[in-house]
């Protein structure tokens, strides 16, 4: 007979109960009387309540978005700004036209419209340590619990799929706080599917071109098919393979006392996580953009569309036609596995925008030249959400793994699941007559 049996419930839940009630019984011959409500409880009774919780939780999310987008906005035009000037400044000084449209349009253009998304990224996770500091994520973990509970996740899984909208590295690493291996792996599995803030840049730039009023929602549409996605894949991978099914495990957590976030603690959470882009910025990002500038600017004076990277596009196009993306786009998506920030810059790069041009003059010419309608754009937006992880987290979720099957499953069913998600968008927006 097992424990379980013997128990009648999770032997783990049967501990925690036994420990609380001897914990009850010394308080209660310690204290005296009835002790008074303190702040702690008041906030509790709001944030844990079974009404109150999720919309608390939902206008506390949408703060923090408002308050990262709005706050960085500033600095992301400066920067933009910045490197344009920069572009223009080294291009006056190169004599040579080779190192002069390498230094303007590679490295200026293609870096530089990828370092404008710097602050909405760090003060994401500025806003993601306040809220961790201060004692509610782990309140949320326990809102979401019953939430994530038919879909066979647990409340543990909540804080690793939340890091995974700054980026899917953290969101992996943190699954190691989940004790049960089948919770963690289909943590890990389905994490990719959150979208991170480096398809952020993609959103806007193909929102903006081709959606035009109704941007700011196709934007908001892809964070909302994330959420979904990921507890949909859930469902059907604890529904179809018998490694997830079995009882889920008991989600046990202590709250930790409520805190005053420090502007110490605050900023050294933000810089270690925010550091990571750096890093991707400056080391995969920058070779990523080089190579696609070399094989678009060669042969050397040869129009775009007679370059290495037109003959690699249209190799990969057949494979995209059905989607609706001309080679161009099929280039962007290939080398935004190494890195999607690289979609963008790749753009930019295609049009030789380095020098003078920003996110808008990218948008423009996406619309003159008919690259997207507003329905294969949005199709775009949604294959770039869900297929290939960027090279970083496929290699960061074999080591959490330590599986090569389970990394080659993610990599597999993501591109899967994107050709089928972007083939019904289009297919179904053409039945219906969306342009």
């Known amino acids: 007979m097992s424990v379980r049996e013997v128990l009648g419930e999770e032997p783990e839940v049967e501990m925690a109960e036994e420990r609380y009630r001897v914990i009850g019984e010394i308080l209660s011959k310690v204290f005296k009387g009835v002790r008074p409500l303190t702040l702690s409880d008041l906030l509790d009774k709001a944030f844990l309540d079974r009404y109150l919780g999720i919309p608390i939780f939902l206008a506390l999310w949408w703060a923090l978005f408002r308050f990262t987008f709005d706050v960085s906005a500033f600095l992301s035009d400066l920067i933009d700004i910045a490197f344009s000037r920069l572009g223009e400044f080294a291009s006056s000084l190169i004599g040579n036209e080779w190192w002069s449209t390498f230094v303007a349009d590679g490295i200026c253009g293609g870096l530089g419209g990828v370092l404008v998304f710097i602050p909405p990224i760090f003060f994401l996770f500025f806003g993601l340590s306040l809220l961790e500091d201060s004692g509610y994520l782990a309140r949320a973990a326990f809102v979401v619990d019953k939430a994530l509970h038919p879909f066979g996740l647990q409340g543990r899984s909540f804080i690793p799929l939340l890091l995974g909208f700054g980026c899917n590295i953290p969101g992996v690493m ?21 979208t991170c803030s480096a398809r952020l840049p993609i959103y806007v ?3 903006g071109a081709v959606l035009g009023a109704y ?14 996605l990921a507890l949909l894949i859930a469902l059907i991978f604890k529904a179809l393979i018998p490694y997830f099914r079995g009882r889920r495990a008991p989600f046990i957590l202590e709250l930790p006392s409520y805190a005053r976030p420090t502007m110490r603690s605050t900023l050294a959470h933000m810089y ?4 990571l882009f750096l890093k991707k910025a400056g080391t995969i990002i920058f070779l990523g ?9 060669h042969p050397w004076g040869a129009p775009l569309d007679q370059s290495y990277i037109a003959t690699l596009g249209r190799l990969l196009e057949p494979l995209f036609r059905p989607l609706g993306f001309d080679w161009r786009g099929a280039v962007a998506l290939f080398f935004g596995f190494i890195a999607k920030e690289i979609v963008v810059g ?16 990218i948008q423009r010419i996406i619309v003159e030249e008919g690259i997207f309608t507003p329905l294969t754009g949005f199709a775009f937006m949604a294959f770039t959400l869900i297929y290939i992880p960027c090279v970083a987290t496929v290699g960061i979720i074999y080591r959490e793994t330590n599986s090569i099957k389970w990394t080659l499953f993610t ?18 927006g053409g039945l219906m007559g969306v342009g």
């Open 289 to 297: 953009i080089i190579v696609v500038w070399l094989l678009s600017s």
């Open 272 to 275: 270690e996580r925010g550091i």
């Open 215 to 228: 941007a700011s929602m196709g934007v908001f549409t892809m964070y909302l098919l994330s959420m979904i």
């Open 346 to 361: 790749t753009f930019a790069i295609f049009f030789g925008l380095g020098e003078e041009a920003g996110m808008g003059e």
């Open 174 to 194: 943190a699954a190691r706080t989940i004790p049960s291996e089948r919770d963690r792996i289909l943590t890990i599995l389905v994490n990719p599917l959150i």
């Open 205 to 207: 730039l193909i929102a």
């Open 411 to 428: 990599v597999i069913y993501g591109l899967a699941l994107a050709y089928l998600i972007a083939l019904l968008i289009v297919t179904i």
